[in-house]
């Protein structure tokens, strides 16, 4: 985008809304921001109808903040709680038909690419476990086989939350929820191998209350999605309502779920891994020998 | 064709599915792609000359996205499914076509169209029969979307049995989509129609899809003749910046809002939100209207229809056979019209209303179970003619429609000989006649 869309035309500013305007005086577009500095800029998320206490609202703060270019990205969503807030930021945003995502984020990386070339458009998806391993199954799976270059984000609370409670493919087995009475009777599907042997290019699991974790695996998987292929990220982002998490132990939950079957993975191709480190500087995958003792990650 | 050399099966057809054109390192096999010319639509449709080939209706959809600047053509090799996207295959291969691939089924394929549509891109794709349904959820939205696209709908059974037969009932569910319906006749009709969809489609005042519907097997893969423009010219490209809805590539000012915004509350605001959205939609058929009528002649052509003692309307291939009817009623010295549908959204109620104001007797036959057009073309006449609409006769299921059949129902109507072809629940208007039903009864 060009920034000057994000400018006032002259004579225009007292009319702006105050909203607006910060936005304009103190939003991410243009900058690099980082999760570092939440509370001194103005963020493409803020307002949004979710629960309170809610551990995706946080996640999808933070993978915003750590767009490598918010102005220039486009999501693509499908029906879900994600989407209550995906859809008020500050980002156009995709919100089609059930499952649909990685079919929609398909055909337009690939139509953005025929009208802007080299110039990057991020396609990012974010959907949750429903959408992305069960009615989106297809789709997503072979968008990574035909290795589209956009990034897949499931935002995996194992519940279908927004429909009231239901058993997703990604719940844990033995669960007790509605449609699944007598708990679940089959494990929880592993998305993150099959990520890898449909030929993502860069994949990695997260859990919410390690911000620095989730801005860098986020800017990794948006860059390698723009060159090198598809990118997948597994984030844990718990449905306090329908585990009965109390709203002050949602971090203390997602820490022990991180504990349990969520602990951090990335899993980096060797061709993601030359272009990070060429193209952005990444030095976490040089060879040992060459690498400082703390390489600092996020770069972009 | 430009072919020099032409590869023919065992049977001497002419093999029009072969792979890319080869790269001999020397010559660009982009090379005539990259001369195509861009011409006005006007210039096009009306004053470019043509040269008549003798092609099938998959060929002629392939010549049409030749002349189109499509970007982003998607297939999927369903079966029942024409040679129709693997030809759009060859002229991604020949450059003629920016961006192609095969979609994993047609929920994803249609997926991807709104994806490349919602990107600004010039987008075409095509399906059949149970692909077609398949695909309907996603079809069902693009105009909800304000999504500019064509595509084309091969017509095949989609009932179980399973079945790959020509069979036009899948026409019946777009009808209700919102989005714009064309039903070719023939070859030319596929080649003209699809041509005029992108234009019409991408119009600022309607950006809707354009569903261009034939008959399977009839049009796609028999030959007629096409009259055809040179292959050196090409339509203007899709304009996203002049889109009545903005296009998703972020370039437009930031705001908080949603282009597909989600109205799920339960609120008043929420109904009137999608009331008035499915409104606006149907707003903009009704106003495609005008550049059906300047692009493609009408949304009808009628043939003899003022002082005849009958008229058929018909669409798709239906018409093709109804013409032929006309010419054997006229052999028997009845004198009989043809009213040919080119849209059935818009559908052509005002045209109609004027054309059969004095018409006695209607004969609407089709190529499906349900009468889709029979209904469409009572509902639209009613209080408006006295008509005696016959809905019928109708084949399924792949059965060819002989033209006596058609002959049989105008006879009938006009003389009162008895006819066990349609059902007198399909007979509309006119005066019932209790020995009718009564014959009607015995003879099923």
Request: a neutral charge; hydrophobic letters at 40%.
């Amino acid at each position: 985008m060009s920034l000057d869309y994000v400018k006032f035309s002259n004579g225009f500013e007292k009319f702006m809304p105050k909203e607006y305007r910060d936005m304009v005086e103190h939003g991410p577009f243009g900058r690099k921001v980082t999760v570092s500095q939440m509370g001194s800029f103005k963020e493409v998320l803020e307002e949004h109808p979710m629960c309170a206490g809610c551990a995706m609202t946080l996640f999808i703060r933070l993978a915003m903040i750590a767009f490598p270019n918010p102005e220039d990205t486009i999501t693509v969503g499908t029906a879900g709680c994600g989407r209550l807030a995906i859809s008020q930021a500050a980002i156009p945003f995709v919100y089609g038909n059930y499952g649909d995502q990685n079919g929609v984020a398909s055909g337009l990386s690939r139509g953005l690419r025929l009208r802007f070339g080299d110039k990057p458009k991020d396609v990012v998806v974010m959907a949750g476990d429903g959408g992305t391993a069960d009615i989106g199954l297809q789709q997503v799976l072979h968008s990574w086989f035909r290795k589209e270059r956009f990034t897949t984000i499931m935002l995996d609370n194992e519940v279908y939350g927004n429909t009231g409670g239901q058993e997703s493919g990604m719940t844990n087995k033995g669960a007790v929820l509605k449609m699944a009475p007598l708990g679940k009777k089959f494990e929880k599907m592993d998305m993150v191998q099959l990520a890898k042997v449909a030929g993502c290019a860069y994949v990695a699991t997260v859990v919410p209350n390690n911000p620095r974790r989730v801005e860098s695996v986020i800017k990794k998987a948006v860059l390698v999605a723009r060159e090198i292929g598809p990118s997948y990220i597994q984030a844990y982002t718990s449905c306090n309502i329908e585990y009965a998490i109390p709203t002050d132990k949602v971090m203390e939950d997602a820490k022990a779920v991180e504990n349990d079957r969520y602990q951090f993975m990335e899993y980096v191709s060797e061709e993601a891994k030359q272009y990070l480190t060429e193209r952005y500087g990444y030095k976490e995958f040089l060879a040992k020998q060459a690498a400082p003792a703390a390489s600092i990650s996020g770069k972009a | 064709m430009s072919e020099t050399e032409i590869k023919t099966n065992p049977q001497g057809d002419p093999i029009t599915s072969v792979a890319a054109p080869k790269v001999d390192g020397k010559k660009d096999p982009h090379a005539e792609a990259k001369r195509q010319r861009v011409v006005t639509p006007e210039y096009m449709f009306f004053e470019a000359p043509r040269t008549r080939e003798f092609i099938t209706g998959s060929e002629a959809a392939k010549e049409a996205i030749r002349r189109s600047n499509v970007d982003l053509a998607i297939a999927y090799p369903i079966t029942p499914q024409s040679e129709t996207m693997q030809l759009v295959g060859v002229l991604y291969g020949e450059g003629y076509v920016k961006e192609y691939y095969r979609g994993e089924e047609e929920v994803g394929v249609m997926a991807a169209i709104a994806g490349g549509s919602r990107a600004g891109v010039r987008c075409f794709t095509a399906t059949a029969g149970p692909g077609t349904l398949r695909g309907l959820e996603g079809i069902a939205s693009w105009p909800g979307h304000r999504l500019p696209a064509v595509a084309m709908f091969t017509c095949r059974v989609v009932n179980a049995p399973l079945a790959i037969q020509p069979d036009n009932i899948e026409v019946a569910y777009l009808l209700n989509c919102g989005m714009i319906v064309f039903h070719a006749e023939n070859q030319q009709d596929m080649f003209d129609f699809i041509m005029a969809g992108f234009v019409i489609s991408e119009k600022n005042d309607v950006t809707l899809p354009v569903g261009v519907c034939c008959d399977g097997f009839f049009v796609t893969h028999a030959r007629g003749y096409v009259r055809m423009q040179d292959r050196g010219i090409k339509l203007p490209p899709r304009d996203p910046w002049r889109g009545a809805v903005p296009v998703l590539d972020a370039e437009n000012p930031p705001a908080r809002l949603s282009r597909d915004a989600p109205v799920q509350k339960s609120n008043f605001m929420a109904y009137n939100i999608h009331a008035v959205w499915q409104q606006e939609v149907w707003a903009a058929v009704e106003r495609s209207r005008k550049y059906i009528n300047r692009y493609m002649g009408g949304l009808l052509s009628a043939e003899n229809v003022e002082n005849a003692d009958a008229v058929i309307i018909a669409s798709g291939s239906a018409a093709a056979q109804s013409r032929e009817a006309v010419r054997l009623c006229k052999e028997k010295g009845l004198n009989v019209g043809l009213i040919k549908i080119r849209s059935l959204r818009p559908f052509p109620t005002k045209e109609l209303r004027e054309l059969c104001g004095n018409v006695k007797l209607i004969v609407v036959p089709e190529f499906n179970y349900v009468g889709w057009l029979a209904k469409e073309v009572a509902t639209a006449i009613y209080g408006y003619s006295k008509a005696k609409i016959i809905g019928g006769p109708r084949v399924y299921g792949g059965q060819s429609m002989p033209v006596e059949l058609i002959v049989d129902e105008v006879e009938s109507g006009l003389t009162g000989k008895k006819s066990t072809n349609v059902a007198m629940s399909q007979i509309m208007g006119g005066a019932v006649s209790p020995d009718e039903v009564a014959h009607f009864m015995r003879s099923i």
